[in-house]
Every structure is written in C-alpha cells, then in structure tokens.
C-alpha cells in the first residue's frame, strides 16, 4: 500500500515509523528538509522536501497512485487543502488532521467527502476523550477497545494487597471466567503469561474481557474501593484540557489551574457551568492546597511541558490523590513515566497515530498491528478458510511460546477465548505477543 | 557499544553473497574445461565461514547505528577482498599473498590495476572471477545484499549511506530493498545492452561479458594485456567510449532517463559539468595529439576521447600507449583522475559534484570582494545548499588531497620515482588503475615493492568508501565509548 504523508511534525514522524515497519511504501512531505534527514536516515521510507499542498509536488511524489493521502501539519487549512488537491489529483483515500470541532459533527461528514477529504482526525479530542474515560474508570491504568463497537476491551490494572489472584497460578482460573489474562507487566519486562506464572503484588495485569464484564474485572482486582471520581484538577489550559472539561459529565466538577490570564478568559467561553478557571502555576503547592487538592479524586496534568506534568503528578501522588494522568509528549520519556508510578500517560502523537492505524485496519483485513503497549504487540487478523489457525482448538495449535490469544470478535460479539475455543473462519481474532518482527513472523504460518 | 552480533550477521550475508560470485565463475570454468577447484574450494570455505558468521546474529537486535554502519562498510570490503583472493592463490597463478590481495582489491574497488605481465595466458575462470569482482564492486556488496537478502527492514538505509559509493543514490521507490533492486535491474540492463553491442563488433562473448562487466562498474581489468588495443576495432572503441561514459553517469539519472524522464539527466548540474569536462579535456589532449602527429586526425581524436572518458569516468582502459604522448595530457589525465565522473555512479575521484560546488563557492567569495554584504546562494538543481554541506565538500576536497600527499611521501620512501608515485597514489584513491611512468611492464604495476602492494590496496579501499570511513577507523575516539 502506498501512503503519503504531508508534514513531517510529531504525529506525521510517529505514523510514518509505525508504518515503515509494517513494510509499507511511504513517502512523507515537509518544507523543512532539516526535520527530514533525521527521518530520512532512521526508517525506510522516501522523505521529500516541499509543500504538501503544492501540485507539482504531489504530482511529483506519485499521488494518483497512492492509496492514502494523509495531512497533518500544524495547519488546518492547509491540510484540508492538500487533502483536496490530492484527492484531485486521483488518491484513493485522504485524512486530514484538524482543529475545530464543528467538522467532525456528522451532518458535515458529507460535505467534506464531496469536496474530497475522507476522514478527518482532531488528536486533542481523542486525547481528551482518552483522559476522560480513564478518569471514568479511575482504578485502571490503560485501557484499549477492539472491533467497531468495542466488542473486546483489554484493561491494564495495578495489582494491590486486595486482587483475588494474588499469588495463584494461573492455571486455576477457571476457564469459563469471562476475561482472560493477556499480558503481565513486572519491573520494566512485558511477560506473556502461562499456566504456571503467577500474579504478584505491584505487577501491572492486562486482562482481555467485554464489556458487561467490567465490574467482574473490578472485582476481582480488588478495586471495588477506589471512589469514583467527582472532583477533577487539571493543570495547564491547554485544547486537551478545555475539550476535557467539555465532555466530562456535569456532575463531575473540574478545576482548571492555567497560568496566562487571557487564555482563563479564553477557557471561560468554551466551558460549562461545572468548570472553575483558576489563575496561578499549578507547581505551587500552597495554590493547590489553597484550591483544596486534598479532596480532589483525580488530577490531570496537560501543559505542553512533558518534564512539568511528570513531576506534578508526582506531587499530586504525593500529596494523596489516587488517579493522575500525565500528557507526555516526549516518547523517550514514557516508559520512565510508567516506571515512576504515574497512573495514566497520555500522548497525543501515539494516540492520533494508533487512531489512524486502526481506520487502515478497518478498510483493509490484512494484518495491522494495531497497538503497542509496554513493549508487547497487539495484532488483529482475520481468521480466512484453511488458516491453520481454524484447524484445532486452541490449546492443541501449538501457539509459540511469548503468543497468547486475547480472544475473537464474531459476528458482531466479544468471545473470550480459552484453551477449548475453537477458531472459525471469518473471526476477528485479537493476538498479544512479545518479541517484536520474529515473533509476527511466527504468527503469520497461522493464518496461512 | 557495537551491535557485534548484526556485524557479524551481515559479514555472514556478504559471504552468501560472494558465495554465489564463486559458483558462478566455477560454472565459467568448467565451461571451458579448467580446473574448478580454487572456486570450488573456496566457495566451499565462504559458504562454511558464511554459515558460520550468520546464525551469530540471528536474535540480534535490528538496530544499526551509524557507528556500526562504517564499522560494516569497511570490515565487509576488508573481508571480501581477503576470501576473493584465494582462487587466485588456489590456481596457482599469483604466488603470494600481498599480490593476490592487491589484485582482488583492485577488482573489487573497481580501480583495475592489475600486476599480471601474461593475461592472454590466464585460464578464462580467472579472467571472469577478475571482472565479476568489478561488476559487483561497481555497486557494491551492500547494495546486492539489501536487494537480495530481505532481513535488513529499517537499517538498510543507514547501511547504504555508511557504504559510501551509496551516498547519493536518490531514491527511486519508498523501500530501500526496491531502489536497490531497480538499480541492479538497469545496471544489469546496460551490461547485457553492451555485450550485444559488442557481439556486433565481432568480439568473443567471452570477451564481450569481461569487457562489459569491467566497463560500466569503470573498473578496467580486460582479458588481454594489450587491453582495447588488442581488437584493432574503431567500433569497438568508440562502443566502449559510449559505455564508459554512462558508468561515470549517476546510475538513478540513468534509471529516470529509461523511464522516459530524459529531461531530468540532461538538466542535471553535475552530470552538465561532467559532460563539459571530458569535452574540454578530450579537445586539449586532441590538439596535443595533433601537434606531435597530425598524419592520422581521426585516429587523434579517438585516442584523446577514448583516454580522456576512460580517465575521466575512472575506468582505466587503454587503446594506445598515452605513455608516449606529450607531457601536457599527462597532467591532463592525471587531473582527469583527480576529478573523477558523477556522484551516485560506480566511478572513483572527488567526483564532479563537488568540483562544481566548489567552483561556485570560489566564485562567490570573489563576489564578495565587490559586494561586501551580498547573500550569495550555491545552488544545485536549483535547490540551494545549506551551510554545512557546503563546508564538508570543501573539507572532503582537502582531505583527499591530504592523503594524495601522505601516500605519496610513503611511496616515495621506497624509492619509487616521483611521477610513478604521484600517479599510483591518485589512481588508486580514484579507482582509475592507471599510472604514468614507468611502473611496470606491459601496464601491469609489477615493478611495486611488496610494501608498496599493501600501501596501494589500502589506498584504493580508501578512495572506494570515500575516505571517511577508512579515516574513522584510526581515529581513537571512533573506538572509545561516548
């Protein structure tokens, strides 16, 4: 498949690397050729300097034979224009990223496809979106829908003293319990647990369930006592922050602490009754205390200063609140946030780009891998007649070890999968493994 | 520090790769009834080694960095050369070690310097094994492996431009495995095209497929010792000028020029300044040639194209003996060596880009004299060079001249005469393989001490990774962690 990809920022690098790997033929644009040759050097792709919203340059990359135009420079209109030259021009498919709301409510999705831009993405609102689901359910740490409707949900817990399988191997869960333990996080390594692994105390436990299970899930973690959350602080009034604020429930009452005065002004015309706008640095801990962070339930740090979030919500640990998100930009630091016990990170290239990523998947049944999370790859395939995966049951195909599978989205419904399932063609089925390339090589002789 | 695990994978696949080299020139041999065995034994010991280095780095992490890359690029061609010398070794007709070794670093840098006085006597196995080594030196073992071998992913990029002789392939596809194989594809292509070509002239196939591997890779290694001389052909020659030109021609220009997009080699600045060059160059030797003899003017003219293209796009074929022309196309021709043809083709030298960004900076700074607060761009393509590339061409200009000079003095210590000193040092660091005094008989370098071998092949690995590399290797700091 042949993508090209307009403006070589944060998300438009990050899509490209992911992509790159998949063995995918990219060609990525910038008008700056100094953020390319780092690109150019790193990853196999075709990085060329100039306009993404010039003709002869889209001409000049090959765009009538692309499949897949996508824009995201920092400029909305730009990308909406660029988006439909290419789609002149004879791509197959465009996505632009954009910054206002008003164009992703669906009456406009019509309008937008006939002047030619396909999909339109807006990361500060799946951020927003990912912050505000993880403050709903406040006793998980990660969580990931799979399928159109979220048919599979994985759930990523910190394991405490009162998880009912602490210290059990885990041959003795019974298999017809409706979730399935995919992945174990322990001190920085990703194990693809088996029969005889235990759960131990601090691990972090992925599990794979649907969605009526949840409170079983809760339950059986022990966090049946984490309040829920009433009280929300967020630091830095950023786009996250006041598109946060907007799609919380009314009964949640959120306390925005920005620094500049004109953008509180700013905030208080996009903001509900529900939402304060304090003046001042959320560093300040006499502030904060001033503000009451004592009750506070839950704390979310968004200011475009990743080192600034990590170390308030360090404070904010500190200081006793349970759930606190970081927006960490810088990839680097993610997996030292993870390490430093900071409840979720957030990070809007990976999400806008993990978004992306699981539209390609939606319109084309070849394997995408869709996510990755601590160090372990996600991979959906799609179960064809004689896939040697169809051809026993699950226990007896003989699965390397480090591959485990979550379970399998049929017609429409999430299905658990243990030892006894068996595949059908046309299953949706949902892989974790660790191990990077060599392991999806291995998994690929399964559906072949 | 080291990824030593994916080095050692890839000297593995570099290896597999000569392997295959091998088989294909026992299958020459046997052809024509010889003795296979040096190519059987040896291959046999590649494959053996080749097994034996792979599987080190079959877990290893993919990750190169681009220490690792040099690293890569000047083990892979130390490694190459060290096996590639043992059917010359096996057969018998090398006798020792710093000789064979000079040969095949000679065919493998595509330099074509060769110390043998008899190569009409030579079994036709060995003739073959000298021009595969070029043809596939002509683009290097990393280019064949990236196309052939599919394991690199990600890392092919860093690899092919630590591979000097790489550094501007432009690319041709999104994935580094497709340009590399769309390369090998029309360099294939050209090859067969002059093998026709030359069939039509009534040369053997033999001679044809040796010639035409030794012409567009530039290297020079021919299968007679009077070289083109031998054939008495006007055609032939004038076949092979054509030839010689397209090897000194950036290979991705070439590939566009196929595709229809001609316009984009022809606008080209530097395959321009190439042109004009060897047109300035061939009317200067002409003239000479015309003022000592002007009985015969158009034998005049083809000896000075013919010289001047083979010096020029580093080839190093002869079809005279320029030795006893005037002193003025000596200097000629040994600046014609210095300069070198396109960047992004097979060809030795500073390579012409960099003579004409250098030119144009001169030129600016002269501007500058009258304009004291001018902004003077160098453009190229019309694109404009940023700073620093600017100052690397000249740093690279000045280091290249650096070790003209070092490897001079070194050649001189072994009281070697001057002119063949100057001359061997720059046809070895541009891969041209030929000097101007007396170095030898019949054209063969014989008359080099056993020192003076070892001092030339390290020369001609030099000048064929662009310096850098080599240089890098003695520098301290290359090896020190941090």
Request: hydrophobic share 45%; glycine share 8%.
């Amino acid at each position: 498949m042949k993508i090209i990809i307009g403006g070589a920022g944060a998300v438009g690098t990050h899509l490209a690397e992911l992509l790159s790997r998949e063995n995918q033929d990219i060609v990525i644009i910038d008008d700056d050729n100094n953020r390319l040759d780092p690109i150019r050097s790193h990853y196999d792709l075709m990085a060329v300097t100039g306009s993404p919203s010039s003709i002869e340059m889209l001409n000049e990359v090959g765009v009538s034979k692309a499949d897949l135009f996508v824009a995201v420079t920092p400029d909305e209109n730009r990308n909406l224009m660029a988006c439909i030259l290419a789609s002149k021009l004879g791509v197959k498919k465009t996505l632009a990223r954009i910054d206002n709301y008003e164009y992703l409510e669906p009456e406009n999705a019509e309008f937008f496809k006939n002047l030619g831009v396909g999909s339109l993405i807006y990361p500060e609102m799946l951020a927003a979106n990912e912050i505000a689901s993880s403050i709903r359910m406040s006793w998980v740490r990660q969580w990931w829908k799979f399928g159109k409707n979220g048919e599979l949900i994985l759930i990523g817990a910190k394991i405490r003293e009162k998880c009912e399988l602490l210290n059990l191997p885990l041959r003795e869960i019974k298999a017809e319990d409706p979730y399935h333990i995919v992945a174990i996080r322990r001190d920085n390594e990703t194990i693809i647990p088996r029969g005889s692994d235990f759960v131990q105390l601090y691990d972090i436990v992925f599990f794979i369930t649907t969605p009526e299970y949840i409170p079983y899930v809760r339950k059986i973690a022990g966090k049946e006592d984490y309040k829920d959350v009433h009280k929300l602080m967020i630091m830095g009034g950023s786009r996250i922050a006041m598109r946060t604020a907007q799609i919380v429930p009314d009964n949640l009452s959120v306390k925005i602490i920005e620094q500049d005065p004109i953008r509180c002004e700013l905030l208080n015309q996009h903001v509900g009754k529900n939402t304060i706008i304090i003046n001042g640095d959320a560093r300040d801990i006499s502030l904060l205390k001033e503000e009451n962070i004592e009750d506070t339930d839950a704390f979310v740090a968004t200011t475009g200063n990743s080192e600034a979030n990590i170390l308030a919500c360090l404070n904010a640990k500190r200081l006793g609140i349970n759930k606190t998100v970081a927006e960490v930009e810088n990839l680097d630091y993610i997996s030292m946030a993870d390490s430093l016990d900071i409840g979720t990170i957030i990070n809007k290239k990976k999400i806008a780009a993990a978004h992306i990523y699981q539209m390609l998947l939606d319109e084309d049944v070849t394997n995408v891998r869709s996510l990755t999370f601590s160090n372990a790859d996600v991979v959906e395939y799609i179960a064809g007649e004689n896939d040697a995966i169809t051809k026993n049951v699950v226990k007896d195909l003989g699965l390397p070890v480090g591959v485990i599978i979550g379970g399998v989205i049929r017609e429409g419904k999430g299905i658990i999968v243990n030892g006894n399932t068996q595949i059908i063609p046309g299953d949706d089925v949902v892989l974790f493994c660790v191990g990077q390339g060599q392991m999806l090589k291995k998994i690929d002789k399964f559906f072949k | 520090m080291f990824n030593v695990r994916t080095i050692i994978k890839v000297m593995g696949m570099s290896l597999y790769i000569e392997f295959a080299m091998l088989l294909i020139a026992a299958g020459v041999s046997a052809i024509y009834g010889e003795n296979v065995n040096p190519f059987l034994t040896t291959s046999g010991i590649t494959f053996v080694l080749g097994s034996m280095l792979y599987p080190v780095g079959a877990d290893s992490e993919k990750r190169i960095t681009r220490r690792d890359g040099y690293v890569i690029a000047f083990l892979s061609w130390f490694f190459i050369s060290i096996v590639g010398m043992l059917p010359f070794l096996f057969s018998g007709v090398v006798k020792d070690v710093p000789s064979a070794f000079f040969e095949t670093v000679s065919g493998f840098t595509t330099t074509g310097a060769t110390l043998f006085t008899n190569i009409d006597k030579l079994p036709h196995g060995i003739l073959f094994w000298r021009s595969l080594t070029q043809w596939v030196g002509g683009l290097g073992f990393i280019c064949f492996m990236i196309a052939l071998l599919p394991v690199f992913g990600v890392n092919g990029m860093q690899l092919f431009s630590a591979e000097a002789a790489g550094t501007t392939y432009e690319k041709l596809h999104p994935r580094i495995s497709v340009t590399a194989k769309k390369i090998i594809c029309i360099y294939f292509a050209i090859t067969l095209l002059q093998v026709i070509f030359l069939c039509f002239g009534k040369m053997s196939l033999f001679d044809s497929v040796c010639t035409s591997m030794a012409t567009l890779s530039t290297g020079g290694f021919l299968p007679h010792q009077a070289k083109i001389a031998y054939y008495h052909s006007r055609y032939l020659e004038y076949i092979i000028v054509v030839f010689m030109i397209l090897g000194g021609t950036n290979i991705s220009l070439l590939f566009f020029a196929v595709n229809g997009k001609v316009k984009k080699l022809l606008r080209d600045s530097e395959f321009r300044w190439y042109i004009r060059t060897l047109i300035i160059f061939t009317i200067i030797v002409f003239a000479s040639l015309l003022m000592q003899d002007s009985s015969d003017v158009e034998k005049d003219f083809r000896y000075a194209l013919f010289q001047v293209s083979s010096f020029l796009s580093s080839t190093g074929f002869t079809n005279t003996n320029y030795l006893n022309w005037p002193l003025l196309t000596w200097g000629i021709l040994l600046i014609a060596m210095l300069c070198g043809a396109c960047s992004g083709s097979p060809s030795g030298g500073i390579k012409c880009i960099r003579f004409n960004v250098a030119y144009k900076i001169f030129h600016n700074e002269f501007l500058h004299i009258f304009h004291p607060n001018a902004v003077l761009p160098v453009r190229v393509n019309d694109r404009v060079l940023p700073e620093r590339m600017k100052t690397g061409i000249l740093y690279f200009i000045v280091l290249y001249i650096v070790v003209i000079c070092v490897g001079t003095l070194v050649l001189l210590t072994m009281n070697i005469g001057f002119t063949e000193s100057l001359s061997m040092v720059i046809s070895c660091i541009g891969n041209v393989g030929q000097a101007m005094g007396n170095v030898g008989q019949n054209g063969a370098w014989n008359n080099l001490p056993t020192a003076g071998k070892w001092v030339c092949s390290f020369l001609m690995l030099t000048g064929r990774l662009e310096i850098f590399p080599m240089i890098l290797m003695f520098i301290p700091a290359f090896w020190k962690k941090n």
